[in-house]
């Protein structure tokens, strides 16, 4: 997977992926708090806003594996953003490479 990917100097594929699921985790508890939103791009992108510690985690690769694998968390904060945002998230859109830094407020492809 792409999150694994994005080594720091030293560090191995087995203390990556256990970094990689420590952020998951945290971001899990972020969303079910509401510390971490998520934002909807008028094509349906999704983005997370509040997301500090994210350990080089990107967006779209974020996205993909909560996604993937269920995440309840995850689930709720998009049926929460659509009905606050009144659009529908497109999972696809962001696959795409439809992303913001900026909280929502702007999106592009790259």
């Known amino acids: 997977m792409a999150c ?14 256990a970094e990689v699921d420590a952020a998951l985790k945290r971001l899990k508890r972020y969303l079910a708090t509401g510390q971490v939103q998520i934002k909807i791009a008028p094509n349906g992108a999704v983005g997370l806003a509040g997301w500090k510690d994210r350990d080089d985690l990107t967006d779209v690769c974020t996205v993909r594996v909560l996604s ?23 999972l696809q859109a962001t696959a795409a490479g439809w992303h913001t830094h900026d909280a929502g407020k702007t999106w592009a492809k790259h």
């Open 4 to 17: 694994y990917s994005i080594l720091k100097p030293d560090q191995t594929l087995v203390q990556r992926a």
């Open 68 to 90: 993937t694998e269920g995440s309840w968390e995850f689930r709720q904060a998009i049926a929460k953003a659509e009905v606050m945002q009144g659009r529908r998230a497109n």
